[in-house]
T-cell receptor, first 113, second 111 residues
């Protein structure tokens, strides 16, 4: 039973560039949430995708966008990268939108220079 | 909005019991969850409390008091592998999809 997978593992980008991160949910899960985790902080909710639509969004600017595909996998796109976007980006999956038990992937470590 | 407070660090001896507290402020409440995260790893779900009282899962227990907006995670028979960060989390009252995490408690287990 495959868990949540994310790619790439690490990424280094320059300010102003754009980045796309990918997530495959745990087998049988249909909902994907994205989180940003700065060093020493708790995960911060970016948004959630269910049925290929963004269902709720946290306090993140429009530079952060996403997509969910028919196979439930998801992408997170960040445009016009800032130094402050450097963080661990976590994807979490669940069956349904309101589930309290989420399964997290290993994350993508993004460094913006 | 939501806010959750936890102690930043806790140190405990191997084999002992440790309690990690969490106080929260929300205008609505859908229950309190706990996650464990080892350095460099992904958060792992530990427990969920929707109602007052104690929930036990092996060496870990979680408690909730809704009237006090307070909960705690209790770890018994501590092992070195329990050294990790522990986060409490609540579901957003404005839209239940959003989960807000606390600041995290870094637990160090010493021999």
């Amino acid at each position: 039973d495959a868990g949540v997978t994310q790619s790439p593992t690490h990424l280094i980008k320059t300010r102003g560039q754009q980045v796309t991160l990918r997530c495959s949910p745990k087998s049988g899960h249909d909902t994907v949430s994205w989180y940003q985790q700065a060093l020493g902080q708790g995960p911060q909710f970016i948004f959630q995708y269910y049925e290929e639509e963004e269902r709720q969004r946290g306090n993140f600017p429009d530079r952060f966008s996403g997509h969910q595909f028919p196979n439930y996998s998801s992408e997170l796109n960040v445009n016009a990268l800032l130094l402050g976007d450097s963080a661990l980006y976590l994807c979490a999956s669940s069956l349904g939108q309101g589930q309290n038990e989420q399964y997290f992937g290993p994350g993508t470590r993004l460094t913006v220079t | 909005g939501q806010s959750l407070e936890q102690p930043s660090e806790v140190t405990a001896v191997e084999g002992a019991i440790v309690q990690i507290n969490c106080t929260y402020q929300t205008s609505g409440f859908y229950g309190l969850s706990w996650y464990q995260q080892h350095d460099g790893g992904a958060p792992t779900f530990l427990s969920y409390n929707a109602l007052d009282g104690l929930e036990e899962t092996g060496r870990f227990s979680s408690f909730l008091s809704r009237s006090d907006s307070y909960g705690y995670l209790l770890l018994q028979e501590l092992q070195m592998k329990d050294s990790a960060s522990y986060f409490c989390a609540v579901r957003d009252d404005g839209g239940y999809q959003k989960v807000t995490f606390g600041t995290g408690t870094k637990l160090q287990v010493i021999p």
